[in-house]
């Protein structure tokens, strides 16, 4: 990017050298290359409907729990689950699952006006992928389960 530099100036390359500060980023690409060669491997099409099930047995599990209110269930829809359960912040749901070694998103993840759309402000966000297991799912379940008994136990105590 610098032709010459002294203590009274700078001359730049012409460009587009000039706009190429330091080494390329070439681990990434060879990253991506192998990470596109993997996903070429499985096959797109095999990916999608792992994802697809996988998201049809987590909705399954989280519409089992009683105070579980799930928003959004379009049968074609990317592999999130957001859901809301009674008596809990989004907060407190997405800290229990993450005590458990459990990544979801709790907030308004940018979307405001279809959340609002649904009556509510934010939700728990699990995102599915096809690296995850129905047994992942499982524990995921377990815990919000867990969550909205404890619920359960407070308002009949």
Same mark, same amino acid.
């Given at each position: 990017? /610098?032709?010459?530099?002294?203590?009274?100036?700078?001359?730049?390359?012409?460009?587009?050298?000039?706009?190429?500060? *330091?080494? $390329? +980023?070439?681990? %990434? &690409?060879? $990253?991506?290359?192998? @990470?596109?060669?993997?996903? #070429?491997? /499985?096959?797109? #099409? +095999?990916?999608?409907?792992?994802?697809? %099930?996988?998201?049809?047995? @987590?909705?399954? *599990?989280? @519409?089992?729990?009683?105070?579980?209110?799930?928003?959004?269930?379009?049968?074609?829809?990317?592999?999130? &689950?957001?859901?809301?359960?009674?008596?809990?912040?989004?907060? #407190?749901? *997405?800290?229990?699952? +993450?005590? #458990?070694?459990? &990544? !979801?998103?709790?907030?308004?993840?940018?979307?405001?006006?279809?959340?609002?759309?649904? $009556?509510?402000?934010?939700?728990?966000?699990?995102?599915?992928?096809?690296? +995850?297991?129905?047994?992942?799912?499982?524990?995921?379940?377990? !815990?919000?389960?867990?969550? @909205?008994?404890?619920? $359960?136990?407070?308002?009949? *105590?």
């Amino acid at each position: 990017m /610098i032709a010459d530099v002294t203590f009274e100036r700078t001359l730049y390359q012409p460009a587009p050298n000039k706009f190429e500060a *330091g080494t $390329g +980023n070439i681990a %990434d &690409a060879v $990253g991506l290359g192998a @990470a596109l060669d993997y996903v #070429e491997r /499985i096959g797109l #099409e +095999n990916i999608a409907r792992y994802e697809h %099930d996988l998201l049809a047995y @987590a909705t399954r *599990g989280l @519409a089992s729990i009683s105070g579980v209110r799930l928003i959004g269930t379009a049968d074609d829809k990317a592999s999130v &689950a957001s859901f809301v359960l009674n008596g809990h912040t989004t907060e #407190e749901v *997405g800290k229990a699952l +993450n005590q #458990e070694g459990i &990544a !979801v998103r709790s907030g308004h993840h940018c979307a405001q006006p279809i959340l609002r759309r649904f $009556g509510v402000e934010a939700t728990v966000r699990p995102s599915l992928a096809f690296y +995850n297991t129905c047994e992942e799912v499982d524990l995921l379940v377990s !815990v919000v389960q867990r969550l @909205a008994w404890s619920t $359960g136990r407070k308002a009949a *105590g």
